[in-house]
């Protein structure tokens, strides 16, 4: 029998439209110091872990090593990161340079001047319940790393 309730449409559809409307508004933000939302989150992870492994930032990142390291390669490119050897000749680490760390502050003053205007159009009661729901579906779609394949474990 074919499923016709289509009430609550598309989720995928729905949060891609939501995704890119608020990256938008961060992007318009952080784009005046140079940088992409990307850009200003990858060097944010990085100040905040250094130094880190690139494995390590992208597990924190929520990313695959592959993506990390195209990222990455504009912030080595303006002096932002450095890629350094690591404790074994396989190993690398990620280090922030001083004009990094100036970028990320900079950069992080104007995301918070675009975190308070989302807030004022949003409403705090409705960013605070956003987050909630987002960080439970988060942990009921999570699946501890298990293969994609396998059906995800359902949440109450």
């Known amino acids: 029998m074919k499923n016709t309730d289509t009430s609550q449409g ?3 559809l729905k949060l891609r439209q939501l995704t890119r409307m608020v990256t938008r508004h961060y992007d318009h933000y952080v784009a005046t110091c140079g940088l992409k939302n990307t850009q200003y989150a990858l060097l944010s992870y990085a100040v905040s872990l250094e130094p880190v492994r690139p494995v390590d930032l992208a597990r924190h990142m ?3 090593a592959s993506t990390l390291t195209r990222n990455m390669q504009p912030l080595v ?3 932002w990161l450095t890629i350094c050897a690591g404790n074994d000749a396989r190993s690398r680490r990620i280090e922030v340079t001083t004009a990094g760390r100036e970028k990320q502050a900079q950069a992080q003053r104007v995301w918070q001047e675009a975190q308070l205007t989302i807030v004022a159009q949003l ?3 409705r960013v605070a319940a956003l987050h909630q729901l987002l960080e439970e579906c988060i942990d ?14 359902q949440c109450p």
Request: net charge negative; proline share 8%; glycine share 16%.
């Open 123 to 125: 409403g705090a009661e």
């Open 62 to 64: 929520q990313m695959d």
């Open 140 to 153: 009921c779609l999570d699946n501890g790393g298990e293969d994609a394949s396998e059906p995800p474990h």
């Open 77 to 79: 490119a303006q002096g």
């Open 10 to 12: 598309c989720t995928n």
